[in-house]
């Protein structure tokens, strides 16, 4: 049975007592959308929670080394993104399919476990600094552009989507959860609020992208 997220969620009211769904190398920017398949039972619960209150949580990376473990489960980054579920279909044994949709980065400060998950305090991030050149978001979207189609000469089945006069900020988050690869650099990008500085991260990590694979092909021909 299909069923249909509150049109009113506000990701605000979460923000005393944020749920937490820690995942390996995930990062949800402001602006993009994440599907997710929730089978755990811990999980479940937080989404039965969300769907009956404000639809929001937070998906946030884990950032501890393999196979480390700590009494209150592994080790999360201090700054993630916050979501409301924009749609969602239950399946048989409680099971869901979510589409999160992101609407911006907070940090966090985790609180005691007292349900079977976690939870944070939350505070949002606003983006800092002024906006960057012209030149420097034409770089970006040129770079964006073409490792877009380095991919799908790959065989990768992608269209970069860019909303029309798109925020240079926005931009640069958007890129980063479409195009950048690496889990770590997709945090580093997320945590990174200046959007100047922001915006010339993610044009380095798409031309060295770029780069690498260029080397990969080399060396198997």
Not at 4 to 26: C, M, Q, V
């Amino acid at each position: 049975m299909r069923d249909e997220a509150k049109p009113a969620a506000r990701f605000e009211e979460a923000l005393d007592a944020l749920a937490l769904f820690p995942l390996p190398r995930a990062v949800l920017f402001p602006g993009s959308t994440m599907a997710l398949h929730v089978f755990e039972p811990r999980y479940r619960a937080l989404v039965r929670e969300a769907l009956a209150t404000h639809a929001a949580f937070s998906v946030v990376q884990i950032v501890e080394p393999a196979g480390a473990s700590m009494p209150g489960g592994p080790a999360i980054a201090r700054f993630a993104g916050i979501g409301t579920i924009a749609d969602h279909v239950e399946l048989s044994g409680g099971r869901y399919d979510l589409l999160l949709q992101g609407h911006a980065v907070v940090e966090l400060v985790e609180l005691p476990l007292v349900t079977p998950y976690r939870r944070a305090r939350a505070r949002v991030v606003s983006d800092e600094g002024g906006d960057p050149a012209p030149t420097s978001v034409a770089a970006l979207l040129s770079t964006a552009t073409a490792f877009a189609r380095v991919l799908r000469g790959k065989g990768r089945s992608l269209e970069l989507k860019l909303p029309r006069d798109a925020p240079p900020g926005r931009v640069a988050d958007l890129c980063a959860a479409q195009l950048v690869l690496d889990g770590a650099d997709r945090q580093r990008v997320l945590e990174q609020r200046d959007v100047r500085l922001r915006v010339r991260l993610v044009t380095e990590i798409l031309a060295l992208q770029q780069m690498a694979l260029g080397s990969h092909d080399r060396t198997l021909n």
